[in-house]
Nanobody, 122 residues
Framework: QVQLAQSGGGLVQAGGSLRLSCAAS????????MGWFRQAPGKERDFVAA???????YYADSVKGRFLISRDNVKNTVYLQMNSLKPEDTAVYYC????????????????WGQGTQVTVSS
């Protein structure tokens, strides 16, 4: 079992930055692929970024060049640094974990964090 505890998020003006954190518990958590998804009001949950145990990262086109996913395998924590935020980035952000390689498909993920609100004002 892996449990994910998220922190960070909040309200920021357009062009600003925020960092989300997701701490994973469990002995094998560091071997999992970690991902970030987001869900805006009235929309489906979308892939944002993922990073595998080796540090290879993948991004949705909408955030490429603005967001950075990273992980600290000692702390079992994954981060999402969000820069140049836009109002369309407003959503509830979820971290997720899965065994195996990176995926942008949410049903591939086995464990989910509680979600955190990110609101970007114009």
């Amino acid at each position: 079992q892996v449990q994910l505890a998220q922190s960070g998020g909040g309200l920021v003006q357009a062009g600003g930055s925020l960092r989300l954190s997701c701490a994973a518990s469990g002995r094998t958590a560091r071997s999992y692929t970690m991902g970030w998804f987001r869900q805006a009001p009235g929309k489906e949950r979308d892939f944002v970024a993922a990073i595998n145990w080796g540090g290879n990262s993948y991004y949705a086109d909408s955030v490429k060049g603005r967001f950075l996913i990273s992980r600290d395998n000692v702390k079992n924590t994954v981060y999402l640094q969000m820069n140049s935020l836009k109002p369309e980035d407003t959503a509830v952000y979820y971290c997720a974990a899965r065994r195996g390689s990176s995926s942008w498909v949410q049903s591939d993920y086995d464990y989910w964090g509680q979600g955190t609100q990110v609101t970007v004002s114009s």
